[in-house]
Structures are given as structure tokens and as C-alpha cells.
């Protein structure tokens, strides 16, 4: 089915095309249309073209009025003040609208497609091998699995990259340490759990690393183990593999918690490009992009100076002979450009790596490998706080686990859903699959409802809380009107645009109407947050119309089936902003 035009969009046209005809030389102008509480829209345009045009406001605005084409949809317009035009939809419009979109049989009520789609390449929830992942890993994975959901569902192509931490030093420490016990990550009794895996990795590092601090020979032997590993000996490979594969099984539980899914084809780390290194440091050389510097290859930047306000550079290769992160990030752009065409690479990285980022894409640029056809884009989030407004810890000072993070959510949940069911509606499993759903829904909705680039404060009481800015009160919304239409029976939602609408029920369908527009805004700008204002708004709405429209005991049986339909459309529009968002949506709680 084709999109649904929304009245946003027809308004404006209609205002667009009697400015032109009032004002033949403003050519295709903007009328400056939005949403007003004098009236559905208003049009602020017309003042900034009459005083180009050295004409008075209030009479251009008398003239567009004469001019536009009101047909069914615009009820009522008026000039106010200096030459403000005021906008009142018919009734009949709204809900015809609504009922286009609930027609939709591709299931997208009526939203459009992106005319231009390209291919995002997006790196998001990238942990570190043989590490457990702490609350500062929460916000790569939850807004970025928001993001590619987002640009999916707007028809861009995205290929999806988890550019885990798999090579490195550490390694031959641990290598080292499993060759001398070689059966310390053997699964003796078949599969284990993600826990069971992360106590392997814990305990062997533990091991390890006391061993090396406290042992020169074995040092050494670890030592030389890099150089293996870095060389490609197959046995060190080998075992370097055994601690990737059993990290994979921690991580994957702890996403499969997160409600998250991770494609092991994705996951690639920064092993994988390995074999461009030496190419990439060559063609940076070559092109005079990178230049020697007391040994190292280094890019050097006009606008980056250090305290000193000597030059700092992005060392790409150092003095000896290693490489940086800077060498591995650069190979991956190379591979993202010309392996997998990509037109926009996009990375949600913590802002402290903001400058890092800045100086590689620089140096891509400079490289030829980003241009005007290919951009790179740093989504840049900001900490994780505690309820003191300082970088969330334990009462010891320890880094957050983010697997006790998520369980005290699903247990805070839980409590909030048994205490609910009153009447006892719910089963034992039940409960606990609402509670995993709120709980988990909670912390994602509490991390996206936040502009991307700030901090926000972890707080379990206010997420799972039903008053407020919370999915839980999103979730109930949904939950309540299933239940509204399971009250129904027999009668079924129909759209009636006959139909006179209450001032809650307008508000509510002109708020369901701009939810494509919504999605495109949230999609431009990678920013999650915006949908999730949308929705939360979008819930207050609803609540109003709950409070002021009685549904089931409306005054006409027809009146019963439109605002039955609004309640329809208006679950329907929640639940596919809420699964965007990753978050599930219960039929009951």
C-alpha cells in the first residue's frame, strides 16, 4: 500500500501552493507551519515574504486566505496578530486519515519508506574479549540496536558491525597461562551458561595475572607468546580462538538478556582487520597523509595541540613497530567503503573518544577513503550516573556489572507487576515474563528517552515507576487499551468520520498523525530520544481521552465503534514505536 499523506503535509501544500498564487515572485515558499494550541496549526510565514515583498502582512495573509483550497480537510482559517495564520482540521479529516493508516497492509500504518535509502554501516556494542561488561557498555548496545531498528524500518540498508576488543598484549599473558593448564576452559559437563563462562575468563585472568606480576621467567614466556600470536603461529591462534569462543557465550547471554540480537556474522573485532594494517600505514606514507616522526608514523592536525601547544598527533604505526588503534580503525573505514559500499558509517562510541574519532575520520578524508559521497558520523553518548549524580559505582567504588544491573531491573519489575495484579489474573510465569519485559523495557527506555550526548542518573525506583516519563507507564497504556478491546466483545473498531470529535479525541488523532513525521526526524538525526518523546506524549493523550471519552459506554453504538478505533490505532502506533525502541509490549500486566 502507498503512504499515508499526513495533514501536516496536506496543509501545507495547500498554504504553499495560495502563497505562491498570492505572491507569484516568493516562488515556492515556506509557509512555516506547526502545531499550535490557538488552533490545530498555525502558518508564521507570511510575515518574514510580506516585508520582503514590502507589502502589509494582515492583507497578504487576507489574500492566502482567498486562495487556499480548503476542501474536507481544513475547517476554519483566520489571520491573527501581524499576519499569523490560524488552522482548524475538520473532524472528518482526522479520523479518515487515522483510517488510511490502519489500512495499511504492509503493517506500517502508512508511514513511507525513505525515497533515497543508502547503506549505514553502524558500530555499536563492542566488548572487550575475556572482560566482563560493565554498565558503560549499556548505552553503545541499547542505542544503537534503537538506531539500526529506526533505519530499517525507514528502508535504509544496514549492515551491522560489533567491533569487539580481541587482540591485544593481554593475550599472551593468558595464552601463556592455558599452554602451562591446558584444561582450564574445558567444558567437562557439555554447555555452559553465559555466568559459568565469564567465571572461566575471571578466574583464569586472575590467575594469570598473578603469575606474571610475580614471575620474570613466566613474563617473558608471555612475552614471547605476543609476538606468536601477532605472527599467526597456529597453536597460540588457536588458543587465542578458545578465549574468543568463550567470551562469545558471555556476551551473547548478556544481549539475549538485553532482549538484544546479535548475529555472530557481525561480530567483527579488532582482529579482523589485521591483514590491512601494513597496506593502510603504506597507502597513508605514500600519500603524504602520514609523516615519520622520532619513529613513529603520525598525522598531525592544525587544530590539536596539547598543553605544551606542541602538535599531538594520531600515531597510526609506533617507534616499534606496533600498531594503534588508530591503524585498526582506519582499516575498518577502508573495508566498511569499499567492501561493503557503504555511504554513511555510523559510531556510537562514549564521547570521551570524541577527539579520537575526529582525527581518524579527518585522516580518512584527507586519505580520500570519506568524501562527499561517504560520511562518518560519531554518535557520541554520555556517562552512566548514579543517583549522586556521579559516574554510577558500586558502595565499594567497582564498576557496575551489567548483568546485576539488568537482574535488579527485572526484580524491581516484578515486584511492580505482582503488586499490580490485584485480582490475581496472572500466573507464577507470567508475572515473571511481564516482569523480564518491564524491567528490561525500564533501563533501554530510560537510556533512549535521554538526548544521546548527555548523562543520565540510573535510577531503578523512578524507571519502573507508573507515574511519569517511564515505559512503564507506556506499557500500561498499551495494556489498558488490549483490555478496553477485550471488554468489547462482539463490537469491533470502526472508523466513523461522520463522526463529531470531543477535543480529546482530535488531540489524541493529531498526535497519532504525525508519527511518520516523527520517525523520519528521529531516523535524519540517529536520535532515539525523540521517538520516545513522541510516545510518551502520545500516552498522555491517550490517558486524557481515557479520562474524558467513555468508550464502551459512549452515547451511540457508532460513537462506540470510532472510539474504539481510536484506541486500536492509537495501540497499534505505541507498539510499533515501543518495538523500534527494542521494548517489548504486554497484552496484560
Known amino acids: 500500500m502507498a503512504s499515508v499523506t499526513s495533514l501536516t503535509a496536506s496543509v501545507h501544500q495547500r498554504l504553499a501552493d495560495a502563497l505562491s498564487a498570492a505572491l507569484p515572485e516568493a516562488g515556492a515558499a515556506d509557509p512555516l507551519l506547526r502545531r499550535s494550541d490557538r488552533a490545530d496549526?498555525?502558518?508564521?510565514?507570511?510575515?518574514?515574504?510580506?516585508?520582503?515583498?514590502?507589502?502589509?502582512?494582515?492583507?497578504?495573509?487576507?489574500?492566502?486566505?482567498?486562495?487556499?483550497?480548503?476542501?474536507?480537510?481544513?475547517?476554519?482559517?483566520?489571520?491573527?496578530?501581524?499576519?499569523?495564520?490560524?488552522?482548524?482540521?475538520?473532524?472528518?479529516?482526522?479520523?479518515?486519515?487515522?483510517?488510511?493508516?490502519?489500512?495499511?497492509?504492509?503493517?506500517r500504518l502508512g508511514v513511507p519508506r525513505a525515497e533515497h535509502p543508502g547503506t549505514t554501516v553502524i558500530d555499536y556494542a563492542q566488548p572487550n574479549v575475556a572482560k566482563e561488561m560493565h554498565v558503560g557498555h549499556l548505552r553503545s548496545a541499547v542505542i544503537g540496536d534503537a538506531v539500526v531498528q529506526i533505519l530499517e524500518f525507514t528502508g535504509e540498508s544496514v549492515v551491522r558491525r560489533h567491533h569487539i576488543?580481541?587482540?591485544?598484549?593481554?593475550?599472551?599473558?593468558?595464552?601463556q597461562y592455558l599452554i602451562e593448564h591446558?584444561?582450564?576452559?574445558?567444558?567437562?559437563?557439555?554447555?555452559?551458561?553465559?555466568?559459568e563462562a565469564m567465571s572461566?575468563?575471571?578466574?583464569?585472568?586472575?590467575?594469570?595475572?598473578?603469575?606474571?606480576?610475580?614471575?620474570?621467567?613466566?613474563?617473558?614466556?608471555?612475552?614471547?607468546?605476543?609476538?606468536?600470536?601477532?605472527?599467526?603461529?597456529?597453536?597460540?591462534?588457536?588458543?587465542?580462538?578458545?578465549?574468543?569462543?568463550?567470551?562469545?557465550?558471555?556476551?551473547?547471554?548478556?544481549?539475549?538478556?538485553?532482549?538484544?540480537?546479535?548475529?555472530?556474522?557481525?561480530?567483527?573485532?579488532?582482529?579482523?582487520?589485521?591483514?590491512?594494517?601494513?597496506?593502510?600505514?603504506?597507502?597513508?606514507?605514500?600519500?603524504?597523509?602520514?609523516?615519520?616522526?622520532?619513529?613513529?608514523?603520525?598525522?598531525?592536525?592544525?587544530?590539536?595541540?596539547?598543553?605544551?601547544?606542541?602538535?599531538?598527533?594520531?600515531?597510526v604505526k609506533k617507534s616499534d613497530g606496533g600498531y594503534g588503534y588508530a591503524a585498526t580503525d582506519l582499516s575498518a573505514i577502508r573495508d566498511r567503503v569499499f567492501g561493503l559500499k557503504a555511504s554513511t558509517l555510523l559510531y556510537v562510541v562514549d564521547a570521551r573518544q570524541s577527539l579520537h574519532f575526529k582525527m581518524v575520520f579527518e585522516t580518512a578524508r584527507r586519505a580520500g577513503w570519506l568524501n562527499d559521497d561517504v560520511s562518518a558520523v560519531q554518535l557520541a553518548f554520555g556517562t552512566v550516573l548514579g543517583k549522586d549524580g556521579k559516574p554510577f559505582k558500586t558502595r565499594e567504588g567497582e564498576t557496575v556489572r551489567l548483568v546485576d544491573l539488568l537482574d535488579e531491573a527485572v526484580e524491581r519489575a516484578t515486584a511492580v507487576v505482582r503488586e499490580k495484579d490485584v485480582q490475581g489474573q496472572l500466573s507464577e510465569q507470567e508475572i515473571a515474563e511481564r516482569g523480564t519485559q518491564v524491567g528490561i523495557g525500564a533501563v533501554k527506555y530510560a537510556d533512549l528517552s535521554t538526548?544521546?550526548?548527555?548523562?543520565?542518573?540510573?535510577?531503578?525506583?523512578?524507571m519502573v515507576s507508573l507515574n511519569g516519563d517511564t515505559?512503564?507507564?507506556?506499557?500500561?497504556?498499551?495494556?489498558?487499551?488490549?483490555?478496553?478491546?477485550?471488554?468489547?466483545?462482539?463490537?469491533?473498531?470502526?472508523?466513523?468520520?461522520?463522526?463529531?470529535?470531543?477535543?480529546a479525541e482530535r488531540a489524541l488523532g493529531l498526535h497519532i498523525d504525525q508519527f511518520?513525521?516523527?520517525?523520519?526526524?528521529?531516523?535524519?538525526?540517529?536520535?532515539?530520544?525523540?521517538?520516545?518523546?513522541?510516545?510518551?506524549?502520545?500516552?498522555?493523550?491517550?490517558?486524557?481521552?481515557?479520562?474524558?471519552?467513555?468508550?464502551?459506554?459512549?452515547?451511540?453504538?457508532?460513537?462506540?465503534?470510532?472510539?474504539?478505533?481510536?484506541?486500536?490505532?492509537?495501540?497499534?502506533?505505541?507498539?510499533?514505536?515501543?518495538?523500534?525502541?527494542?521494548?517489548?509490549?504486554?497484552?496484560?500486566?
Not at 576488543?165 to 595464552?175: E, H, K, S, V
Not at 582450564?184 to 551458561?193: M, Q
Not at 550526548?453 to 540510573?458: E, T
Open 200 to 315: 572461566n575468563l575471571n578466574r583464569l585472568y586472575k590467575a594469570s595475572r598473578a603469575i606474571f606480576d610475580s614471575d620474570e621467567e613466566f613474563k617473558t614466556r608471555a612475552r614471547r607468546r605476543v609476538v606468536d600470536l601477532q605472527a599467526g603461529e597456529p597453536e597460540t591462534l588457536a588458543l587465542w580462538q578458545k578465549f574468543v569462543d568463550e567470551s562469545k557465550i558471555y556476551f551473547y547471554s548478556v544481549f539475549d538478556k538485553l532482549d538484544m540480537e546479535i548475529r555472530d556474522a557481525d561480530v567483527v573485532g579488532e582482529s579482523g582487520y589485521n591483514d590491512m594494517l601494513d597496506e593502510t600505514c603504506r597507502l597513508l606514507e605514500e600519500s603524504g597523509v602520514a609523516v615519520r616522526s622520532e619513529g613513529a608514523l603520525c598525522v598531525f592536525f592544525d587544530d590539536v595541540k596539547g598543553p605544551d601547544g606542541n602538535p599531538v598527533p594520531l600515531i
Open 165 to 175: 576488543g580481541d587482540w591485544g598484549t593481554q593475550f599472551g599473558m593468558l595464552i
Open 41 to 107: 496549526f498555525q502558518a508564521n510565514g507570511i510575515l518574514a515574504l510580506a516585508k520582503k515583498a514590502k507589502a502589509n502582512p494582515r492583507e497578504l495573509a487576507a489574500q492566502v486566505v482567498a486562495r487556499v483550497e480548503s476542501g474536507d480537510v481544513i475547517k476554519e482559517i483566520e489571520v491573527s496578530g501581524p499576519g499569523f495564520l490560524n488552522l482548524t482540521i475538520t473532524d472528518g479529516a482526522i479520523t479518515e486519515n487515522l483510517a488510511a493508516r490502519a489500512a495499511d497492509t504492509e503493517g
Open 471 to 503: 515505559s512503564v507507564y507506556l506499557q500500561y497504556a498499551y495494556a489498558r487499551i488490549q483490555s478496553i478491546l477485550r471488554k468489547a466483545g462482539e463490537v469491533r473498531p470502526a472508523a466513523h468520520p461522520e463522526l463529531e470529535l470531543a477535543p
Open 516 to 589: 511518520a513525521e516523527t520517525l523520519a526526524e528521529t531516523a535524519a538525526e540517529y536520535a532515539p530520544h525523540k521517538l520516545a518523546a513522541y510516545l510518551y506524549q502520545l500516552a498522555s493523550h491517550y490517558t486524557t481521552f481515557y479520562d474524558k471519552c467513555p468508550v464502551l459506554k459512549a452515547e451511540t453504538p457508532a460513537q462506540v465503534e470510532n472510539r474504539l478505533f481510536y484506541c486500536d490505532i492509537t495501540a497499534r502506533t505505541l507498539q510499533q514505536g515501543m518495538s523500534l525502541l527494542g521494548i517489548r509490549t504486554p497484552e496484560r500486566l
Open 182 to 195: 591446558p584444561h582450564e576452559l574445558d567444558h567437562k559437563g557439555g554447555e555452559v551458561s553465559g555466568e
Open 451 to 462: 538526548s544521546a550526548n548527555r548523562d543520565y542518573k540510573f535510577d531503578l525506583d523512578q
